[in-house]
Every structure is written in C-alpha cells, then in structure tokens.
C-alpha cells in the first residue's frame, strides 16, 4: 500500500509508542490504518496564532520559523535562543535566555503552542555528558518553563528510533527526552522522529555525503526505507501541521510520516484535520 492515498493526504501519524502500549488508544499494536475519511473540511490555522519556538539557530528551526511566518494564521512567533538571530520580520520575536537557568528567569511569554528543535551533536558537544545536558537538559527544562507559563501544547523534534532502550548515545537521549516530555503531562504532545537530516551547513558532513550516496544507488526503492535522510524544510512543514492541528494526548510522526505532512508547500492543499485524525497508527 502506497503511504499517499487518493486524497492525496499523509497517513502515518502514530498514537502514543511501542514504550507506552498501556495507555495507547483503541486498536492493535503497531497497526497502520488506510482509510480515511471522507468530506471533512480544510483546517486553517487559526488567527492570531502564537507560536514559541526553541531552538531557531539550527538546521531545522531556522526552516521551521521560515515556514511559520510564511503562513499568516500565526500572528507571533517568538524565537528563544542563547543569543540574538537578528531576524528582520514583523511578526518575528527574540527572546534570549540562558537554557543552563531557564525556569529560574522570568516565566516564558504566553503562547498557542511550543516546538522545540533543540539539539547539537557529540562533536560539538565534546562529550557525552555536555551532549546529554543540551539534547535532554534544555529541551526539558524549556518545556518546564513553557507548561509554567500556561503552554499545553508541545511539539519536539526527537529521533528515528528512539527509545530509551536505544543503543545509540543519540536515540537514547532523544528517547529519554520523550520519556520526560510524556511525565509533564501536555494536554497534547507531539513528537517528531526524524532520521538524518539533509540540508544546508557551514561544514558538510561524511554521514549525509555517504547517506545520500546509497539513497541514489537504491533509486525508487529508496524512498521506502523507514530511515531514509530527510530535509530539514521538510521537517519542518511537517512540524507546522503538527502544531496546527488540533488534538489531545501524544501523537508521533516518525520519518516516513514525516515526509508526507511536509511534503506540502504552502501553496498546495494543506492536510485536514479530521483526515489526520482518522489516519493514525494506533501504536
């Protein structure tokens, strides 16, 4: 079965995680649903919209508040960052903060939802444990801060393969994070579980170079492989449905789910709401 159906509207979006069965939805574990419904109406983000964004400096956030102030529902945006990103936009706003102390300063602006795309790598981390206090210390610590200032939904960019569990230095932060995320109790919760992301860096890396490499090799089968690289912009399109759409408890896009949500441009029919709800993979 293709991942596109004849709507044309993505469907793997997932309900809860293979780590949180007990409190999963109706439905047997690990299932995909293929049929979704019919007749519902176009969601449009709605008006006067604010969005706190973590993270904007990266490959992925700086895309993500590219796309956020592109569609005009979202009224404010409000970057936090440790230092100035200098963006000339009317709707932008820059708030620094310390994330070592964040929590311990002033409360965070009030806001519709939280997207956090914080992150770094073991190598610009320097060591395991700095690599720890950025990719789980400030993303829990900004989502602390985000539930204290009245923020119920949160949305966090995690990894492909995430678990606790995980081997991986990397996945295993990433799902120790959605470990925490779940315990704050957000109203609604999204995570998105991208694999290697594709994009545009001050120094190219050996990994994406190699990644692509095969992906071209494999041709058309390629793009059915649950970890194949992803765009960052894609990501972040994805991540915008995310937050747009209206919905209670924990959802997960993992990596092919997150090509189809932003494989939309802003210009294209957006996916609705009631079409993403009827599309989850009850996990």
Known sequence: MSAYQATGFPTRIAMGSPDDRASAGPGPAGARTDTPSRGARKYVA????????AGGSGLVGSALLSELLLRPGWTKVIAVARRPLRWPHRRLEELVVDFD?????????????????????LREAGSRERFAAVDRGAVARFAQAAKAGGISRFVVV??????????????R?????????????FASLGIARPSLLLGARPEPRRDENTALFLSGLL?????????????????????VKLAEDRWEGVRIADNLALHELGSWSI??????REILRASLRVA
């Open 101 to 121: 102390t964040l929590g311990e300063q002033r409360p965070l602006p009030r806001a519709d939802v939280a997207i956090c795309c914080v992150g770094t790598t």
């Open 219 to 239: 041709g058309p089968l390629g793009r059915l492989m649950p970890g194949r690289p992803i765009e960052a912009r894609v990501v972040a399109r994805a991540l």
């Open 173 to 185: 932060v990433k799902g120790l994070v959605e470990q925490d995320l779940r315990a704050m109790g």
């Open 158 to 171: 995690a990894a492909h393969g995430a678990s606790p569990r995980a081997l991986s230095l990397r996945r």
């Open 267 to 272: 210009d294209e029919e957006r996916a609705n």
């Open 46 to 53: 709605p008006p006067g919209g604010v969005a706190l964004v």
